[in-house]
């Protein structure tokens, strides 16, 4: 069945890095890609979609790019900031499939 | 604009019990959805809807019913709560099948 992947463990970096955050998907790759924000108590926020003929696509600090050959997607954030701190959620469009989400904590 | 709002937030039921979670968009969104997400899962799809009047089954649809009689409104129902439908339930909608989806609060829902 399909599956999508994300690490469970908890990301932690410095105010200003980048932030790297990875999706990987089993079997065939989706259409589209797309990446959520979701914030303790609330619903997800829609972020990026990323379409499998694109290789990379870019909002202010945010780049996702999709490798279809890996079957994965990366998520980063540069110069981040300590509200960037929040769980990201990668979902396989086709299939409705949501990652269980990657928590990101940016440290000052 | 309220966007996707969701009632009750809160809700803690015992077990055998009934409830209808009430999710209503302000967008004129076609799409429809019902999830669920539990700690260290993502979330989990359990009825969705592509218009007034239809609704079909997701990944998880086992003890729930859905009704979309009015194309603002997508209902949830447990007919017999369990404690395994202990969980967070949102609602979502999109104005196509892959467009962006726009989440409401959550209910977060307790089955003793």
């Known amino acids: 069945s399909q599956k999508i992947e994300q690490n469970s463990e908890a990301l932690n970096i410095q105010e200003g890095k980048t932030a790297t955050l990875t999706c990987n998907y089993t079997?065939?790759?989706?259409?589209?890609l797309q990446w959520y924000r979701q914030d303790p108590g609330r619903g997800p926020v829609f972020l990026l979609l990323?379409?499998?003929?694109?290789k990379e696509k870019r909002k202010e600090r945010l780049k996702v790019t999709f490798d279809t050959t890996l079957k994965q997607s990366l998520f980063h954030i540069t110069a981040s900031q300590p509200a960037d701190s929040a769980t990201y959620l990668c979902a396989h469009y086709n299939k409705l499939i949501f990652g269980a989400g990657t928590r990101l904590a940016v440290h000052p | 604009n309220a966007g996707v709002t969701q009632t009750p937030k809160f809700r803690v039921l015992k077990t055998g019990q009934s409830m209808t979670l009430l999710c209503a968009q302000d967008m004129n969104h076609e799409y429809m959805y019902w999830y669920r997400q539990d700690p260290g899962m993502g979330l989990r799809l359990i009825h969705y809807s592509v218009g007034e009047g239809t609704t079909a089954k997701g990944e998880v649809p086992d003890g729930y019913n859905v009704s979309r009689l009015k194309k603002q409104n997508f209902l949830l129902g447990l007919e017999s709560a369990a404690p395994s439908q202990t969980s967070v339930y949102f609602c979502a909608s999109s104005g196509a099948e892959a467009d962006t989806q726009y989440f409401g609060p959550g209910t977060r829902l307790t089955v003793l």
């Open positions: 079997n065939y790759s989706p259409a589209y």
């Open positions: 990323i379409r499998e003929n694109e």
